[in-house]
């Protein structure tokens, strides 16, 4: 699985931003996916996943209500939707893909290489 996030860019607070992941290789389906971030000098942080039906969804509590994932299989694409963002938002984002349903970063075996988020205040 290869996985490309996009959709990054520099948003005012309480804007809104759209980042998608696009996987090749082995069939989307086969894999949960999630969300991560990472803020300079933090480490990675656990956003969102998404079981593979699509029918489970789990939030960081930072990002309850203000964020969404979701996934279209037959594009092999997943979603984050990001409103009412904040500046502490601001990190890289990346998205993964893992076999088991779990929000720890170390059983996702797949990453994308990243895409930055800005939120200026």
């Known amino acids: 699985v290869q996985l490309q996030a996009s959709g990054g860019g520099l948003v005012q607070a309480g804007g809104s931003l759209r980042l998608s992941c696009a996987a090749s290789?082995?069939?989307?389906?086969?894999?949960?996916k999630g969300w991560f971030r990472q803020a300079p000098g933090k480490e990675r942080e656990f956003v969102a996943r998404i079981t593979l039906s699509g029918g489970f969804t789990h939030y960081a509590d930072s990002v309850k209500g203000r964020f969404t994932i979701s996934r279209d299989n037959a594009k092999n694409t997943v979603y984050l939707q990001m409103n009412s963002l904040k500046p502490e938002d601001t990190a890289v984002y990346y998205c993964?893909?893992?076999?088991?349903?779990?929000?720890?970063?170390?059983?996702?075996?797949?990453w994308g290489q990243g895409t930055l988020v800005t939120v200026s205040s």
């Open positions: 993964a893909a893992t076999s088991v349903n779990t929000i720890a970063a170390a059983w996702y075996g797949f």
């Open positions: 290789g082995r069939t989307l389906r086969s894999y949960a």
